[in-house]
C-alpha cells in the first residue's frame, strides 16, 4: 500500500504541473485548433494516468476526476467555454477547479438545503461507518439481492462523503461557497429528476455545455424533439464514459452491460419527458412523492449492470474500504504517538 500510495501522490502531482501549463499557456494560443492540440496532449495523459494503479479506490480517483472530468473541462476551456474559461482568477483556483469536482454556488435556494446536508452528513457518515461496514463480516450469510443492496448504498454513501470532504476542504481553502455535489437521490420522484437534479449533479453539468446544449443547435423537427435528443445523447456519452471508468477498474474487456444501462435510462427518461409534457398526466393524476419515489429508486437499482458484482469488483471494493480506514487509522495513531512523545 505505501508504494501504490507513493505512486497515487506522483500522479497528482504530474496532473497538478500539467493543469498549470494549461493556466499559463493555453490562453495564450489565439487560434482555436493550435488551443485545442495543446490540451489534448494533456488529456492524453490524464487517460494513461489510471492505469499506473491498481487499487480500486485510487484508481477511480484518477478516472473519475482526471480522466473524466479535467478531460471534458480541459476541452471546453480551449474552445473558451466551461467553468475553467469564466471562474479561475488566478492558477490556485485554476487547479483547484479543474482537478475536483466543484462548482461555484449561484442559487441561494441552496441554502437551506446546505444547513440541513451539514449535519445530515454525520448520519450518514455513522451509517456507513458504524453499521454498513460492520454488516460485511456476515456477507457469506446474506442474500444475493440483500447483498447488492448494501453494495449500492455503500457505493452512493462512501462517494458523497468523499466528494463533501473535499468540497469543504476546498470551500476553506478558497473561501467560496460550492454547490453540493449530491441533492438526497434517494427523494428523487422521476428518472429526470433523480439523473439530471440529484445525482452527481457535477457529470450532469459538465456534460451539458458539450453535449446536451449543442443539440439544440441541430433543429430536428421542433425544440421539444431537440430536447429529447439532447437527453439521449447525454446518457450515451455517459455510458461510454462509464465503460472506459470499469474498463480502468476492471482491466478487462469491456461488455458494454453499463453502456447499455445507460442507454436504457436515457431512452426512459426521454420517454418521462415527452409523456409528462404531452399528457399532463402528473397534473391530473398526481402519484404519492412516497410511491414515486419507491419506484424511481427501485428502477436504478434494479437494472443496476450485474458485470461489477459477477467479476467480483464490489467485492474487491469493500475489502479496500475497510483495508484504508484500517491502513489510516495505524498511520494516525502513529503520527499521535510520535507527538505526545515529545
Not at 502531482?13 to 493543469?19: E, N, Q, R, Y
Not at 444475493?144 to 476546498?170: A, C, D, M, Q, R
Not at 476553506?172 to 461557497?177: A, E, I, Q, Y
Request: hydrophobic fraction near 50%; charged fraction near 15%; charge should be positive.
Amino acid at each position: 500500500m505505501e508504494e501504490e500510495l507513493k505512486i497515487f501522490i506522483l500522479v497528482w502531482f504530474s496532473a497538478i504541473i500539467s493543469v498549470t501549463y494549461c493556466y499559463y499557456f493555453t490562453p495564450k494560443i489565439k487560434t482555436r485548433f493550435i488551443r485545442l492540440v495543446s490540451v489534448l496532449r494533456v488529456c492524453a495523459l490524464f487517460l494513461v494516468l489510471p492505469m499506473f494503479l491498481t487499487t480500486i479506490h485510487f484508481s477511480f480517483t484518477i478516472a473519475f476526476f482526471l480522466s473524466g472530468l479535467v478531460v471534458a473541462k480541459l476541452i471546453l476551456f480551449a474552445f473558451e467555454k466551461g467553468p475553467l474559461f469564466l471562474v479561475p482568477p488566478n492558477v490556485f483556483h485554476f487547479i483547484c477547479f479543474a482537478c475536483f469536482p466543484i462548482k461555484l454556488q449561484k442559487s441561494t435556494n441552496l441554502e437551506n438545503h446546505n444547513h440541513f446536508h451539514k449535519w445530515f452528513f454525520t448520519v450518514k457518515f455513522f451509517i456507513l461507518s458504524a453499521l454498513l461496514l460492520q454488516v460485511y463480516d456476515y456477507r457469506q450469510y446474506l442474500p444475493p439481492i440483500f447483498l447488492l443492496g448494501l453494495y449500492s448504498l455503500h457505493l452512493y454513501l462512501e462517494l458523497e462523503i468523499s466528494l463533501t470532504l473535499i468540497k469543504f476542504l476546498v470551500t476553506v481553502t478558497l473561501g467560496c461557497d460550492l454547490e453540493a455535489q449530491f441533492n438526497e437521490p434517494y427523494l428523487a420522484t422521476s428518472l429526470h429528476d433523480f439523473w439530471g437534479h440529484r445525482w452527481n449533479l457535477m457529470v450532469s453539468e459538465t456534460l451539458k455545455l458539450p453535449v446536451y446544449l449543442p443539440i439544440g443547435k441541430w433543429r430536428v423537427n421542433s425544440s421539444e424533439w431537440d430536447m429529447l435528443l439532447g437527453i439521449f445523447a447525454t446518457f450515451l456519452v455517459s455510458g461510454v464514459a462509464h465503460e472506459i471508468m470499469f474498463f480502468y477498474l476492471m482491466r478487462e474487456k469491456p461488455t458494454w452491460e453499463v453502456s447499455w444501462f445507460f442507454v436504457l435510462h436515457g431512452v426512459c427518461t426521454a420517454a418521462e419527458v415527452a409523456v409528462k409534457r404531452k399528457t399532463k398526466l402528473v397534473q391530473r393524476w398526481p402519484v404519492n412523492p412516497a410511491v414515486s419515489r419507491l419506484v424511481t429508486v427501485g428502477f436504478v437499482f434494479v437494472f443496476f449492470p450485474p458485470q461489477p458484482v459477477r467479476n467480483g469488483l464490489m467485492e474487491r471494493f469493500t475489502s479496500e474500504t475497510l483495508f484504508l480506514i484500517n491502513f489510516f487509522k495505524h498511520k494516525v495513531l502513529i503520527l499521535l504517538g510520535f507527538f505526545t512523545s515529545f
